[in-house]
């Protein structure tokens, strides 16, 4: 089935220590996105890309990184830089590049927890 | 930045009555999306109406847009218990190359 898949969905982490979050999709979108979420808040946007190979700083990227080596997978990297990162990730894909923003697909999340 | 304020924060209702949430939002945009959200799972889109739009229906989903009001409402009619859930609008500004930045949302109750 086409959509897109988060991995693990449940990350437990001592502080310190840098945690890979993995997002893949076989909708053969362009654009891939990566939201954080708090709880009773909205989703704020840690980083985006448009194409292979690039990627752009959304409002709070500091303490993340993230790469597009290829068209079906953006993971993001939770770095000890974070002060805060217990949350839940949200990444998300759409078939179209930002000029005409459309539908956004959402996997299930990944839910970070540090200990 | 969160361009997008829903209203209420909360909403309890009972099954069978509407539910209304708004949006409102600071700069000029090219569509408004609204999402819903179940407890502890990914969004899924419901609807998109674009600016040039005023109403927009998708089946028990009614939304209207005033960019006059820099506004948006989200009605479900005859709401079910099923429809308990987070409800959020995400805009794109018109000026720019910007992702769509998402409101805090309406967290639904609907009682059977």
């Known amino acids: 089935d086409g959509g897109i898949t988060q991995s693990p969905k449940y990350l437990f982490r001592k502080e310190g220590q840098n945690v890979t979050l993995s997002c893949e999709q076989n909708?053969?979108?362009?654009?891939m996105y990566w939201y954080r979420q708090d709880p009773g808040q909205g989703l704020r946007l840690i980083y985006y890309?448009?194409?292979?190979?690039?990627?752009q700083k959304g409002d709070i990227a500091e303490g993340y990184s993230v790469s597009r080596e290829k068209k079906e997978s953006f993971p993001l990297t939770v770095t000890s830089a974070q002060k805060n990162p217990t949350a839940f990730y949200l990444c998300?894909?759409?078939?179209?590049?930002?000029?005409?923003?459309?539908?956004?697909?959402f996997g299930e999340g990944s839910r970070l927890t540090v200990l | 930045s969160q361009q997008g304020e829903e209203d209420p924060q909360a909403l309890s209702i009972q099954e069978g009555e509407n539910a209304t949430m708004n949006c409102s939002y600071k700069?000029?945009?090219?569509?408004l999306q609204w999402y819903r959200q179940n407890s502890g799972r990914g969004l899924v889109h419901l609807i998109l109406?674009?600016?040039?739009?005023r109403e927009k229906h998708s089946g028990r989903l009614r939304v209207t847009l005033d960019t006059s009001k820099k506004s948006s409402s989200l009605l479900i009619t005859a709401s079910r218990a099923a429809d308990t859930a987070s409800y959020f609008c995400?805009?794109?500004?018109?000026?720019?190359?910007?992702?769509?930045?998402f409101g805090k949302g309406t967290r639904l109750s609907v009682i059977a």
């Open positions: 998300a894909s759409s078939p179209i590049r930002i000029t005409n923003t459309g539908e956004l697909f």
């Open positions: 909708l053969n979108h362009d654009a």
């Open positions: 890309s448009q194409i292979v190979n690039d990627f």
């Open positions: 700069t000029s945009i090219n569509n």
């Open positions: 109406i674009r600016s040039n739009e």
């Open positions: 995400a805009t794109d500004a018109s000026a720019g190359n910007t992702p769509l930045v």
